[in-house]
């Protein structure tokens, strides 16, 4: 049996971090900026004209989702841009060619794209402090549900950045894909305001039980149980896991 590479593994990590961290500007800070205008622009609209929970601001629910959302779309696209960067210029064989297993592979590109989506959740949540005033009433919760998150979305980018063959194809992936789900996931409303079936539709979505989870990390009130949303997701992230194992272990889009 092979033994796990983790020198090859640590390198491949940090090769993915400092990545994305020697742009942090760009990857990690700009999303701040836009969190802060969702954030003005929806809390001073409807502040006073939205109560979801009782006694919870909508600001106070505001925020998690936003929060979320930018922990969503930053870790998927730190694992699907590198890829597909990487077999456009045709510097992928460099990746390829160490004795690096398909495991240690996935591992480095999914841990750096989860680091990346918890240091933008971590900026937001710095930008949002000086707006409302956060509770954190399950701190594991939110920590959870951010690793799971940005894991899941990871695993989905190394996906999606081994089968797209040009920028375009994980530019469709992000606009109709990610950006609708994670728009649709209740990130600025309750589902439980939906009619009945598009309350249905919303509990096919995996992006609401991540923001679902993370949410009442927060302010102590979810739409569904946390031992649910937990299970959904991490029963997500397994799936997606094995879909980019396989991908990588047989070669798929990688070695031709």
Same mark, same amino acid.
């Given at each position: 049996?092979?033994?796990?590479?983790?020198?090859?593994?640590?390198?491949?990590?940090?090769?993915?971090?400092?990545?994305?961290?020697?742009?942090?500007?760009?990857?990690?800070?700009?999303?701040?900026?836009?969190?802060?205008?969702?954030?003005?622009?929806?809390?001073?609209?409807?502040?006073?004209?939205?109560? %979801?929970?009782?006694?919870?601001? !909508?600001?106070?629910?505001?925020?998690?989702?936003?929060?979320?959302?930018?922990?969503?779309?930053?870790?998927?696209?730190?694992?699907?841009?590198?890829?597909?960067?990487?077999?456009?210029?045709?510097?992928?064989?460099?990746?390829?060619?160490?004795?690096?297993?398909?495991?240690?592979? #996935?591992?480095?590109?999914?841990?750096?794209?989860?680091?990346?989506?918890?240091?933008?959740? %971590?900026?937001? !949540?710095?930008?949002?402090?000086?707006? %409302? /005033?956060?509770?954190?009433?399950?701190?594991?919760?939110?920590?959870?549900?951010?690793?799971?998150?940005?894991?899941?979305?990871?695993?989905?980018?190394?996906?999606?950045?081994?089968?797209?063959?040009?920028?375009?194809?994980?530019?469709?992936?992000?606009?109709?894909?990610?950006?609708?789900?994670?728009?649709?996931?209740?990130?600025?409303?309750?589902?439980? /305001?939906?009619?009945?079936?598009?309350?249905?539709?919303?509990?096919?979505?995996?992006?609401? #039980?991540?923001? /679902?989870?993370?949410?009442?990390?927060?302010?102590?009130?979810?739409?569904?149980?946390?031992?649910?949303?937990?299970?959904?997701?991490?029963?997500?992230?397994?799936?997606?896991?094995?879909?980019?194992?396989?991908?990588?272990?047989?070669?798929?889009?990688?070695?031709?």
């Amino acid at each position: 049996m092979m033994e796990f590479n983790l020198t090859g593994f640590l390198t491949l990590l940090r090769k993915e971090v400092m990545r994305f961290w020697k742009v942090g500007v760009q990857t990690v800070f700009s999303p701040m900026v836009t969190t802060l205008l969702y954030l003005l622009i929806f809390s001073y609209v409807l502040e006073d004209r939205v109560n %979801v929970y009782p006694g919870v601001s !909508y600001t106070e629910f505001l925020v998690p989702g936003l929060m979320m959302m930018s922990i969503i779309q930053n870790a998927f696209a730190n694992s699907s841009s590198s890829l597909i960067q990487s077999k456009v210029t045709g510097n992928v064989v460099f990746i390829l060619l160490p004795p690096l297993s398909s495991l240690e592979f #996935y591992l480095a590109f999914v841990l750096a794209a989860a680091i990346r989506g918890m240091l933008v959740g %971590v900026s937001v !949540y710095i930008v949002a402090i000086f707006f %409302v /005033d956060l509770s954190l009433d399950h701190l594991g919760a939110i920590l959870l549900f951010a690793f799971l998150a940005s894991s899941v979305m990871g695993a989905f980018g190394v996906i999606a950045g081994i089968w797209a063959e040009k920028f375009d194809q994980i530019a469709a992936f992000t606009n109709f894909f990610v950006v609708p789900l994670s728009f649709l996931s209740g990130v600025f409303y309750s589902i439980n /305001d939906l009619p009945a079936f598009w309350r249905g539709v919303s509990h096919l979505n995996p992006f609401f #039980y991540m923001i /679902d989870g993370f949410r009442a990390g927060f302010i102590g009130h979810s739409d569904v149980s946390l031992a649910f949303s937990f299970a959904f997701v991490v029963g997500f992230l397994v799936l997606l896991s094995a879909a980019a194992l396989w991908m990588l272990g047989t070669g798929y889009k990688m070695r031709s």
